[in-house]
């Protein structure tokens, strides 16, 4: 998200997290920040091997209540990046690690961030950093026994209601929608989200 209108327009809608990315090379990068940010869903900013001085001023200036790390960040970055955190109020910024998966195998990588990290936000493995409208096969995750929610990520649509309501997980902890709802990099289509929304 970084236009306000379209952010204010979301904020209605029954959505719990709206993200921000900070990663230069997306069109979908907030360069500057918006003139509305969103007061009723908790804010996640996006992250790709950003220097962590770079990752704790945006949190503090936009009041991030989640980090998302979207490269390849190790658990040694990550535990450094958590002590440096601004914290708001009692609560830790909370920290997801996406990781790209196309099939049971890939689901390894999650042991060395576990205990470490939040949530894991599982994408289509792609040569691309997220963003690419592709779907992987959900089917690999029932393999998962990790004990860190997940968010189910990747090129999810307006087709998909029925099978996100099929999709069953004990760690799953919501889904993640993009570019598959939005009329141009960073804008959202209303309707279609409201649609999908009502459908599950």
Partial sequence: MRDPENIRKVEELAVDL???IFWSKSSRYVSDKPS????????VGVFVDADIKEVTE???????????????ET????????????????????IIKALNIADAEDLAQTAQYEG??????FDTKSKLVG??????DWSVLQAYQGDTPFILSGGIGPDDAEKVKNFQHPMCAGIDLNSRFETAPALKDIQLLNHFIGRL
Avoid: W
């Avoid at 945006?58 to 390849?72: C, F, R, S």
């Avoid at 963003?131 to 992987?136: A, C, P, R």
């Fill in 18 to 20: 709206m993200g921000f």
């Fill in 36 to 43: 509305y940010l969103p007061t009723r869903q908790k804010r």
């Fill in 58 to 72: 945006k949190a503090k200036e936009y009041a991030l209540d989640l980090i998302q790390l979207h490269g390849k």
């Fill in 75 to 94: 658990p040694d970055y990550i535990q450094r990046l958590r002590s440096l955190c601004p914290q708001r109020g009692d609560r830790a910024t909370a």
């Fill in 116 to 121: 470490i990290v939040d949530y894991f936000l």
């Fill in 131 to 136: 963003g690419n409208g592709t779907q992987f």
